[in-house]
């Protein structure tokens, strides 16, 4: 493990795998860097692959006052530290991402993967979400927060996340669920954010599942179109995330050529 400092002072910590042209790795919500070490295994092949804790998350500090500018400033850190060139992020991860290239971020090259913006078709947003998620964790209650967003947000049945809870991974998802309120804040209104889109210049490769809702891929194909210079690519795989050797395919291609 390394760590580098961030604007605000925090300390974030990051892993490095293999060798090659650096690529960062950004992940979604309730995840923290230990959850790409299959992927990252599979992606040194080819890259330096970088996997951070964001924020709040496994080893990296916080702050009292959050602010979406602070994981831009976050991923800059890492960024320089490592000298990457090239970006891929997750999920609500791609917020991330896409606010530092839109902040004029040195990255060459971006991928994302199915960025959960509510367009037509989409499940109804959870009434009250972030003010939810922010009582839940004011109250000290991260497995409320939790829940909220595997039945709410996710879509998991009640009595499939009951079962969860009684599993000795749900203490880990507690542990990462106040940062649940971050990514809320970078999502926003979770409607695809039209106008950062357009400042962006990058290369951009917009990646969803075939076995994703059809939601989750029309998000993703909105988001490409609203990129400058974005193209779509749809890979088999299961429930909003392909296999390493399936993604390694395209993030080849894509940044290497």
Do not use: C
Not at 16 to 40: C, Q
Not at 133 to 157: H, I, T
Request: no cysteine; hydrophobic share 45%; charged share 20%.
């Amino acid at each position: 493990m390394d760590e580098v400092i961030s604007a605000d002072s925090t300390a974030i910590a990051y892993d490095t795998f293999g060798a090659g042209p650096a690529l960062v790795l950004v992940a979604g919500a309730m995840t923290d860097r230990s959850y790409y070490v299959p992927r990252a295994t599979v992606l040194a092949e080819v890259f330096t692959v970088v996997t951070y804790d964001r924020r709040g998350r496994g080893d990296s500090g916080d702050q009292p006052q959050y602010a979406v500018e602070r994981e831009v400033e976050d991923l800059e850190a890492v960024r320089m530290a490592t000298g990457a060139t090239y970006g891929y992020a997750d999920s609500s991860g791609a917020m991330v991402l896409l606010r530092a290239a839109a902040a004029g971020s040195a990255f060459d090259r971006l991928a994302i993967m199915e960025p959960p913006f509510r367009v037509d078709g989409a499940p109804a947003a959870p009434d009250r979400y972030l003010e939810r998620l922010q009582e839940f964790v004011a109250a000290g209650d991260p497995s409320g927060a939790a829940e909220l967003f595997m039945v709410e947000a996710v879509g998991q049945p009640q009595e499939q996340v009951d079962g969860m809870k009684s599993m000795p991974f749900w203490k880990g998802m507690e542990a990462v669920a106040p940062t649940l309120v971050y990514d809320a804040l970078q999502l926003g209104d979770s409607q695809v954010p039209t106008a950062l889109l357009a400042g962006i210049e990058q290369p951009t490769l917009a990646l969803h599942s075939t076995a994703s809702p059809e939601w989750l891929q029309r998000a993703t194909v909105e988001a490409a179109d609203a990129l400058p210079n974005a193209r779509v690519a749809a890979l088999e795989g299961s429930f909003h995330e392909v296999p390493p050797e399936v993604l390694l395919t395209a993030l080849r291609e894509h940044f290497l050529g």
